[in-house]
């Protein structure tokens, strides 16, 4: 089956940013299959941003320790009939309180949660913002596509003194696809002291520079990438050694061997909100490459999901992925609910965690959907959390576990 370009997955991430009408493969556009959806994306397409042209990932670094992230996208738009439906998606994108946006948010709030309970450092998604517009290049026949939404990640960041250090909460590495770009920057009077693995720096040095750049293809290992900041005064009264200022990206990156390789399934949920950003972004324009307008029926194209094929002039078409079957997007959340039925309708939290062999942060997130759609509920009993169906919860006054 050939891929669609300008088809979607809608829905298929749920709670991906824009989400719309470029995707991977068909998928259901059940809202309720969100979370589900976006860990798949997650795992099978890396970021997810194959279809758009190039992606960075930029986080700007505070001296608080809050962190400005921004996921900034680029689609080339080849002629004026992309142009303008990419103006028209642009005015009803940020005009529009959408329940797509709305859903983005809800995404970054349980991300921040999920941070916060691995890192035991408080956290929140605050600050919310989006923007899309079309950049034209005086006597040039294309254009580009921009779409960035942000968000402020309080406490994302740990403090060492005067330093601030960004890495903890890549708990199981991060991985960077092609066409894509991490980027750190120094927020404030903050300069770098040191990056692992190395990273391009804009300055002639690493403390002059403004920013540091990791471009993809590159996997990094546990509690990587890793940048430490600290204010300019600081750094020029102890000096970092040399060989203890970066690390050489054979060591802590890898170059993966094939861009199908998947994400460890236990990272923490920061590698699911990226693929569901980089997957709703990459389906903010909703065009086929025939120039026919895709986004004005998104629930009917997710149920679709649609065919298309590139242009000829674009080269050899990339072998698809096969195809997901439905109920594999919705195995996790039907694995808790099947454990929970096992044990009488309700579990201690970090019981699903030995039970599932998954990482508590990723346990943690989607138990926070699954509350969130009504599936559990959560009760906080002692330094327990208490997982029940509907009907099963437990009292509050003691856990129904304190025999064991």
Same mark, same amino acid.
């Given at each position: 089956?050939?891929?669609?370009?300008?088809? &979607?997955?809608?829905?298929?991430?749920?709670? =991906?940013?824009?989400?719309?009408?470029? &995707?991977?493969?068909?998928?259901?556009?059940?809202?309720?299959?969100?979370?589900?959806?976006?860990?798949?994306?997650?795992?099978?397409?890396?970021?997810?941003?194959?279809?758009?042209?190039?992606?960075?990932?930029?986080?700007?670094?505070?001296?608080?320790?809050?962190?400005?992230?921004?996921?900034?996208?680029?689609?080339?738009?080849?002629?004026?009939?992309?142009?303008?439906?990419?103006?028209?998606?642009?005015?009803?994108?940020?005009?529009?309180?959408?329940?797509?946006?709305?859903?983005?948010?809800?995404?970054?709030?349980?991300?921040? =949660?999920?941070?916060?309970?691995?890192?035991?450092?408080?956290?929140?998604?605050?600050?919310?913002?989006?923007?899309?517009?079309?950049?034209?290049?005086?006597?040039?026949?294309?254009?580009?596509? +921009?779409?960035?939404?942000?968000?402020?990640?309080?406490?994302?960041?740990?403090?060492?003194?005067?330093?601030?250090?960004?890495?903890?909460?890549?708990?199981?590495?991060?991985?960077?696809?092609?066409?894509?770009?991490?980027?750190?920057?120094?927020?404030?009077?903050?300069?770098?002291?040191?990056?692992?693995?190395?990273?391009?720096?804009?300055?002639?040095?690493?403390?002059?520079?403004?920013?540091?750049?990791?471009?993809?293809?590159?996997?990094?290992?546990?509690?990587?990438?890793?940048?430490?900041?600290?204010?300019?005064?600081?750094?020029?009264?102890?000096?970092?050694?040399?060989?203890?200022?970066?690390? =050489?990206?054979?060591?802590?990156?890898?170059?993966?061997?094939?861009?199908?390789?998947?994400?460890?399934?236990?990272?923490?949920?920061?590698?699911?909100?990226?693929?569901?950003?980089?997957?709703?972004?990459?389906?903010?324009?909703?065009?086929?490459?025939?120039?026919?307008?895709?986004?004005?029926?998104?629930?009917?194209?997710?149920?679709?999901?649609?065919?298309?094929?590139?242009? =000829?002039?674009?080269?050899?078409?990339?072998?698809?992925?096969?195809?997901?079957?439905?109920?594999?997007?919705?195995?996790?959340?039907?694995? +808790?609910?099947?454990?929970?039925?096992?044990?009488?309708?309700?579990?201690?939290?970090?019981?699903?965690?030995?039970?599932?062999?998954?990482?508590?942060?990723?346990?943690?997130?989607?138990?926070?959907?699954?509350?969130?759609?009504?599936?559990?509920?959560?009760?906080?009993?002692?330094?327990?959390?208490?997982?029940?169906?509907?009907?099963?919860?437990?009292?509050?006054?003691?856990?129904?576990?304190?025999?064991?």
């Amino acid at each position: 089956m050939k891929r669609a370009f300008g088809v &979607a997955l809608v829905l298929a991430v749920g709670v =991906a940013v824009l989400g719309g009408a470029i &995707a991977l493969d068909p998928s259901p556009a059940d809202r309720s299959s969100a979370s589900a959806d976006v860990r798949h994306a997650a795992e099978t397409d890396s970021m997810g941003t194959q279809r758009f042209d190039y992606t960075e990932f930029r986080i700007e670094v505070l001296a608080n320790g809050s962190a400005r992230w921004t996921f900034h996208y680029e689609r080339h738009l080849r002629n004026d009939s992309e142009t303008e439906q990419f103006r028209t998606f642009t005015d009803r994108f940020e005009e529009n309180e959408t329940q797509l946006y709305d859903d983005f948010r809800r995404q970054a709030t349980a991300l921040a =949660a999920a941070g916060e309970n691995e890192t035991n450092r408080s956290m929140d998604a605050v600050a919310f913002s989006r923007t899309a517009g079309v950049e034209e290049e005086l006597g040039a026949s294309t254009s580009t596509g +921009v779409v960035e939404m942000s968000f402020t990640w309080t406490g994302f960041a740990s403090r060492d003194g005067d330093r601030v250090v960004v890495g903890d909460v890549f708990e199981d590495g991060l991985y960077v696809g092609p066409e894509q770009a991490l980027v750190v920057s120094a927020g404030g009077d903050l300069a770098f002291d040191s990056v692992s693995p190395a990273a391009e720096s804009s300055g002639g040095s690493l403390e002059t520079s403004d920013t540091v750049t990791w471009a993809g293809e590159q996997r990094f290992t546990d509690n990587r990438p890793r940048v430490v900041l600290a204010s300019a005064d600081a750094l020029t009264t102890t000096e970092t050694p040399e060989e203890d200022r970066t690390t =050489a990206s054979g060591t802590d990156a890898t170059t993966a061997d094939t861009a199908s390789n998947t994400l460890a399934s236990n990272a923490l949920p920061i590698l699911a909100l990226v693929a569901a950003l980089a997957l709703g972004a990459a389906a903010v324009v909703a065009l086929r490459r025939n120039g026919t307008p895709l986004g004005e029926d998104e629930s009917a194209a997710a149920a679709a999901g649609g065919t298309d094929s590139r242009d =000829a002039d674009s080269g050899p078409a990339t072998p698809s992925e096969p195809a997901v079957e439905d109920e594999q997007l919705l195995s996790d959340e039907d694995r +808790v609910v099947e454990l929970l039925d096992e044990n009488g309708g309700r579990m201690k939290q970090v019981n699903i965690v030995d039970e599932t062999g998954w990482s508590k942060s990723k346990v943690s997130m989607l138990l926070s959907d699954m509350e969130d759609e009504g599936t559990i509920s959560k009760l906080r009993v002692g330094r327990e959390n208490i997982i029940s169906l509907d009907g099963d919860e437990p009292d509050a006054a003691g856990s129904p576990f304190d025999d064991e």
